[in-house]
């Protein structure tokens, strides 16, 4: 738990939040770097910063050179991604393995797009979308015994609906 709340801290600190994303992207909602955006997405996050490698990795889902990854990421917490599994090494470079995108106080994990382009991975989990997030903004909160959230995907409804539920039951199925 100390490790990940310290991860959580780095994301903000490097302006990976909902916020950084309008001020370094123009959006909340992530380019789908898979379609015809990933020109930009490459040209907007060129210069090496925290926040541009943090991108590359966990938003666009490509491989960062392991030079350019020690110069804008401290060693614990490369450490503590590859340690987790959120990054692997191949060869000189840091490869992510899911992507992570910020939503509110949270940090959604999902399959790298690359996954469900795929035609042999029929599991994929789905990041979040802009029905996803509509969603979340007209969703009323109020305090709750329990929470089902049918058709989860990544689980940002039941994520959302932690906070005033006493118990949330997330499900879905490909």
């Known amino acids: 738990p100390d490790q990940s709340s310290h991860l959580r801290q780095f994301f903000e600190a ?12 123009g959006t909340v909602e992530p380019p789908l770097p898979h379609l015809r955006s990933l020109p930009r997405l490459l040209h907007v996050t060129r210069e090496p910063t925290t926040f541009n490698t943090l991108a ?3 938003l666009a889902g490509l491989p960062v050179d392991a030079g350019r990854a020690r110069e804008n990421t401290p060693d614990w917490f490369r450490g503590a991604c ?7 090494s191949e060869g000189e470079a840091l490869v992510p393995t899911s992507l992570l995108v ?19 991975n029929f599991d994929h989990v789905l990041t979040i979308n802009p029905a ?13 015994r329990s929470t089902l959230d049918l058709c ?10 932690s906070p005033h539920s006493e118990a949330v039951v997330a499900t879905d199925l490909n």
């Open 152 to 161: 989860a995907g990544c689980g940002i409804q039941a994520l959302a609906a």
């Open 82 to 88: 590859l340690e987790s599994g959120l990054l692997r």
């Open 56 to 58: 590359r990795w966990f």
């Open 14 to 25: 490097a302006g990976y939040t909902e916020q950084g994303f309008v001020a370094a992207l």
């Open 102 to 120: 910020p939503s509110g106080n949270f940090l959604v994990a999902a399959d790298l797009y690359q996954r469900l382009l795929s035609t042999t």
């Open 132 to 144: 996803a997030r509509l969603l979340l903004d007209f969703t009323i909160r109020r305090p709750a």
